[in-house]
């Protein structure tokens, strides 16, 4: 573990891009069609409930890492192993990251540079910022939350005003009932981004006030969950349910569509730093993660030392991880899901009981 | 560590500054503009029987000196765009093939329009818009037309004059078609592939009025009056992807009514003793949509409310009198009836419903919807019950009150 302080509203811009990270850009939700603004805020909901599991967990050990209480809670050897896959999904997921972002210039923009090119100046530019440390990371939020809004308020007036926005396309309410909206609430929103917040716990030891960890987490969680809710009512008004199925990066399909006065049009780039700022710090979390859950499971010195092998780790897994975009986005969907359960629910709340248990027989002792 | 004497050294620093420089400037996709033929216009005809060459692409190319630099008095002029043809059994495959002719390579995000041939309309052009949608070069909002009794290559092969580029000048013709006549509507290739999604599509058609062979000639591009031009004209009706039927005059301004589309036109009316001799100006227009499942059948009511003002009068009218323009009114909404009315009547005869209407349907009541979805346009469409309400109102009479014509 590092020194290092991070105050309340820097991980607050922290939790929000990272909660915009890839879902802002991605057809997010869609499987519940046009209702997936609503199946994006009941997944908000249930990780509202993760969040208090996380948080209990929080109070009892407000100086530790999940990797480091779940050593305190389960013992040892077992609670080393629970960390350890903890290591594993941070890894895996920062190396979703870093091909999500690779694949989504290469197919828009960079049609002709090597996927490994831009992965590798990617990983980079991520551990150069986690050399500098988590103080440096969370400063650099706050300057790019800035941006970021910036961006997406130009983008959103523009989409607004250029009048491919048709309401109707949302309509009607509940088409095909609630099973598609419950069904993809509990197997992809309530994981992807809102439970993936489980890699916080490992960055709420350096909040300074460890009083404020609730009002910044819930408030970056529905803050941010309201904003993909509404992107994506955004690119289903403007794209329509159909052609939104089909693409692979709808709000790119939807800048697209911008055309004020042959005049202010190709807004691209406006979509792609979205991309790019929320991506980067999704990306540097993950990794983050996973390094200080290797430094304090291996009792290393410190995390510096290993951010360049583990750079290579996630190149290397973010190349081979499957052969064609359609293999990966098969990979995300269904080769994921018997891992993420364990990791945002399972074991948080195994951890939550056998503490409460705990807690409760050493009363009794007394 | 290797990071640490990164950090160490100012030298470093610099250095890798430096380096950066290789980095940062993308090398792998740059491309430098005179290495591009830009592209205007796109054309995609029938290729063959033969799968080898299913498609025929035309492809209109700037010429850029001659766009950009102004007349060159007393050397020839050569002509401000040049066309390639290539067949393939794909669209991407022809494109392509066209780089065996072209100077350079084709540069496609500056296109401006997309001719379809109507020979190909007529077999199908449900799968021409795959490769505009795929590839990240094409970008999506350019119209989408087709040519009327000729080849997509044949309307990209005619000169223009005020419009050197005949892209341009067309794209021109339909934007102000449709705004200040709006018999036709434009359809952006975004729009004509959602529209082919969900069943039916009217798109708009051009023609060649003349000789095409004069057409190709700067010569006619120097004529007063052209001896061959381009005009905006026709409706063309898809339905399952096949051109069904050309639809003009008021039954094609009907669609535009009930599409929402209507800017500004002009209606004629009657004097009390000559037939369509005042000009009514129409300024605003919308229409509204609503549907209903009444006994187990669709009615649908599309209500159109529409603001004008006189602009001509061949006759003595008192337009000074309220009760006057109150009859104007009932005369407009009555002209307006009727072309709606004859739009709904032959696209029900067409079975096409080019409107959307079953996604209001759609949208009121959805479990019926999924019921008679599969059947909508071939059996409940034509039978259904269209309800036209017409608001209109005539709001000023211009500059002069009466007439001097007594």
Redesign the interface.
Same mark, same amino acid.
């Not at chain 1, 197919?107 to 090597?114: I, K, L």
């Given at each position: 573990m590092e020194k290092a302080k991070v105050n309340g509203i820097q991980l607050f811009a922290m939790m929000f891009m990272f909660n915009l990270g890839t879902a802002v850009v991605v057809s997010y939700g869609i499987e519940a069609k046009k209702d997936a603004w609503l199946a994006i805020l009941l997944g908000m909901s249930l990780g509202v409930g993760l969040f208090f599991i996380y948080y209990r967990l929080f109070c009892h050990y407000p100086k530790l890492p999940i990797t480091g209480y779940a050593r305190k809670i389960l013992g040892n050897y077992l609670g080393w192993i629970v960390g350890l896959f903890y290591v594993l999904y941070f890894l895996q997921i920062a190396t979703r990251q870093v091909r999500d972002f690779s694949e989504l210039l290469v +197919?828009? =923009?960079? =049609? #002709? =540079? $090597?996927l490994l090119?831009i992965q590798i +100046?990617f990983v980079l530019v991520i551990? @150069?910022v986690l @050399?500098q440390g988590v103080e440096v990371l969370a400063r650099t939020a706050e300057v790019f939350i800035i941006i970021l809004f910036l961006l997406g308020m130009a983008g959103n007036f523009f989409i607004l005003v250029s009048g491919d926005f048709e309401l109707?396309n949302l &309509? $009607?309410f509940? #088409?095909n009932g609630w099973k598609p909206i419950l069904s993809t609430a509990v197997l992809e929103s309530v994981h992807f981004p809102f439970g993936e917040m489980v890699v916080f716990t490992m960055l709420l030891p350096y909040l300074n006030k460890s009083g404020s960890v609730k009002k910044v987490w819930m408030s970056a969680l529905l803050l941010s969950g309201l904003t993909l809710s509404w992107t994506a009512s955004l690119n289903i008004a403007v794209l %329509?349910v159909?052609?939104m199925e &089909?693409t692979t990066f709808p709000t790119l399909a939807t800048i %697209?569509?911008v055309?004020l006065l042959e005049f202010i *049009? &190709?807004l691209d780039a406006i979509v792609v730093f979205t991309m790019l700022i929320t991506v980067f710090f999704k990306g540097s979390l993950f990794m983050y993660g996973a390094v200080i859950g290797i430094v304090d499971l291996f009792k290393l010195k410190n995390h *510096? *030392?290993i /951010? /360049?092998p583990v750079g290579g780790i996630i190149i290397f897994s973010a190349m081979t991880i499957a052969t064609n975009f359609s293999g990966y986005m098969a990979e995300g969907k269904e080769g994921l899901r018997p891992l993420v359960f364990p990791i945002i629910l399972y074991f948080p709340a195994l951890l939550l009981i056998v503490s409460m248990i705990r807690n409760h027989l050493k009363q009794k002792m007394n | 560590m290797i990071m640490k004497i990164f950090l160490l050294h100012k030298s470093y620093k610099i250095f890798l500054c430096i380096l950066s420089i290789l980095f940062i400037s993308g090398c792998w996709d740059s491309n430098e503009l005179q290495d591009f033929s830009i592209i205007s216009g796109i054309g995609i005809d029938k290729g063959g029987d033969d799968p080898e060459n299913r498609f025929r692409t035309t492809v209109q190319i700037i010429n850029p000196s001659i766009v950009s630099g102004g007349q060159q008095a007393g050397s020839v002029q050569s002509s401000p765009v040049t066309t390639y043809s290539e067949t393939g059994s794909t669209l991407k495959e022809a494109l392509r093939k066209i780089s065996n002719e072209a100077p350079a390579e084709l540069f496609f995000p500056h296109i401006q329009i997309m001719l379809i041939g109507e020979e190909l309309a007529k077999e199908g052009i449900d799968e021409l818009f795959d490769v505009v949608e795929r590839d990240p070069k094409f970008r999506v909002l350019f119209p989408v037309l087709i040519v009327k009794g000729h080849t997509a290559e044949d309307a990209l092969k005619v000169s223009t004059s005020l419009r050197p580029i005949p892209s341009a000048k067309i794209e021109g013709s339909l934007q102000s078609s449709k705004e200040i006549w709006g018999e036709y509507p434009s359809t952006r290739a975004d729009q004509a592939i959602m529209k082919l999604g969900e069943g039916s599509a009217a798109i708009t058609g051009i023609e060649i009025n003349g000789d095409v062979e004069k057409g190709n000639q700067t010569a006619n591009m120097q004529e007063i009056s052209q001896s061959t031009k381009l005009e905006i004209k026709g409706l063309a009706i898809i339905r399952e992807g096949k051109l069904e039927k050309w639809l003009e005059g008021d039954p094609a301004r009907g669609v535009v009514w009930v599409n929402n589309e209507m800017e500004e036109t002009v209606m004629n009316l009657d004097c009390p003793e000559k037939k369509d001799a005042i000009a009514i100006d129409i300024g605003r227009a919308e229409s509204i949509i609503k549907a209903k499942v009444k006994k187990d059948k669709p009615v649908i009511t599309i209500r159109i409310n529409a603001e004008g003002s006189v602009s001509e009068t061949h006759c003595s009218m008192e337009l000074d009198k309220d009760e006057t323009i109150k009859e104007l009114e009932k005369q407009l909404r009555n002209e307006i009836e009727e072309e709606v009315q004859a739009a709904i009547k032959t696209l029900q005869e067409e079975k096409s419903d080019v409107f959307g209407l079953g996604e209001y349907i759609n949208i009121e009541e959805k479990n019926y919807w999924k019921k008679i979805k599969d059947k909508w346009e071939e059996e409940i469409f034509p039978e259904s019950k269209v309800n036209i309400e017409v608001h209109a109102t005539i709001r000023r009479t211009g500059m002069k009150v009466k007439s001097y014509i007594k």
């Open positions: +197919s828009s =923009t960079m =049609t #002709e =540079t $090597p090119a +100046s551990c @150069y @050399y109707h &309509r $009607p509940l #088409e %329509g159909d052609v &089909r %697209g569509k055309n *049009q &190709r *510096q *030392q /951010l /360049l | -």
